[in-house]
């Protein structure tokens, strides 16, 4: 199977995430400053599914403990 390259830089779809969680706003509400809101959405439910989002929680979280002085798991 081929993977085609995203024609939306990840750091832009990620940052229509945010823009959406921060607000609570609907998708469709995504500002033109954003990748289109189907691309957002679709890699929303995409790293939802895949755990992608508890990966990186769970890494901040490590980080966050560990920078001040905590054991790395409560």
């Known amino acids: 199977m081929v993977q085609r390259t995203s024609k ?5 779809v ?7 969680l921060k607000n609570g706003c609907v998708w469709r509400d ?3 400053d954003f990748p289109p809101w189907p ?3 679709y890699y929303f439910g995409k790293w939802t599914a895949d755990g992608t989002w ?7 979280t490590l980080e966050a403990r560990e920078r001040v002085k905590k ?4």
């Open 71 to 74: 054991t790395p798991s409560p």
């Open 39 to 41: 691309t957002v959405y």
């Open 54 to 60: 508890q990966r990186v929680s769970g890494c901040l």
């Open 14 to 20: 990620v940052n229509g995430i945010f823009y959406v």
């Open 30 to 32: 995504v500002p033109a």
């Open 8 to 12: 939306w830089p990840l750091r832009a």
